[in-house]
């Protein structure tokens, strides 16, 4: 498939804030890129495990620690061990690194965006291992609020590493919430619930599950609420989300400029 987008999904990311396209990677991309995580999964617990490694911050009941210049969240419930997600991730892996230039994902990206050109704005590694915890309803907005005046420039692309279903934990998105801009916050869970969307708050809600082959890509605003569900099945459930925004941009949180090559 192109990169243009087909008027079903120019209006389909209008009405509902998403659209799916299924089949981008083949098998053999996809178990180079799974190698590629798993490597850099290893990486990390290997540096937390190094004698005085960064200190463990805990926000609420939940665990962050800083290694190898990412940020990583370790699963919420006490007594594991496993990486929730990390961001950014791709300098961790040279097979990483050069997948925001892939055309399959900048080119509708860049139309999202409306630019010609892009950069890299952050880059975050989900693993939803067996068991894996949930991850209320949120929108991508108003976290990154405080560290971009371009929001409306951003457009996030999410590849499944793995196939995504109901059981493993998939994506969920509230079709139609991206329309309502930024929505209050759950006041009543604590540090974080400044984070949270109050999704009784939205008059008509649409939920819906992104279930997906291994290798589909969920192109979706920021302001589009989503979450996920706990992992009740006995594979992980693992993605990479990679967000763009227009070229010659410092990406989030960091001084350096990662533009994309044009393709």
């Known amino acids: 498939m192109g990169g243009e987008l087909t008027d079903a999904e120019r209006s389909g990311y ?22 590629a995580v798993e490597r850099v999964h290893e990486r990390i617990c290997a540096a937390s495990a190094e004698p005085d490694p960064a200190p463990v911050e805990r926000i ?4 962050y620690q800083r ?13 594991r061990s496993e990486i929730r997600s990390m961001e950014p991730c791709l300098h961790l892996d040279p097979r990483l690194e050069r997948l925001p230039d892939d055309p399959r ?20 590694l989900n693993f939803k291992r067996p068991g894996g915890a949930p991850f209320p309803w949120h929108q991508d907005s108003p976290y990154w609020a405080f560290g971009c005046d371009h929001l409306d420039r951003l457009a996030s692309v999410q590849l499944y590493l793995d196939d995504a279903t109901r059981e493993n ?3 969920w998105i509230l079709a139609g919430s991206h329309r309502h801009g930024a929505l209050p916050v759950r006041e009543d869970r604590g540090v974080l619930g400044r984070l949270y969307t109050d999704v009784s708050r939205v008059e008509e809600r649409r939920e819906r599950a992104i279930e997906a082959p291994a290798g589909s890509a969920v192109f979706f605003h920021g302001d589009v609420v989503h979450g996920s569900r706990s992992n009740a099945s006995a594979a992980s459930r693992r993605a990479l989300v990679l967000t763009y ?15 994309i ?3």
């Open 14 to 35: 209008r009405r509902d804030g998403f659209f799916v396209r299924t089949g981008l990677f083949a098998a053999d991309e996809l178990k180079a890129l799974r190698e």
């Open 169 to 171: 934990g998939c994506l």
């Open 105 to 124: 994902l900048a080119r509708p990206a860049a139309e999202l965006s409306g630019a010609d050109r892009l950069s890299l704005f952050t880059d975050k």
């Open 245 to 259: 925004q227009p070229a010659g941009l410092p990406r989030w949180n960091r001084r350096d400029v990662r533009d």
């Open 60 to 63: 609420d009941d939940k665990r």
């Open 67 to 79: 290694l190898l210049d990412s940020l990583v969240k370790w699963e919420w419930q006490e007594g």
């Open 261 to 263: 090559a044009a393709g």
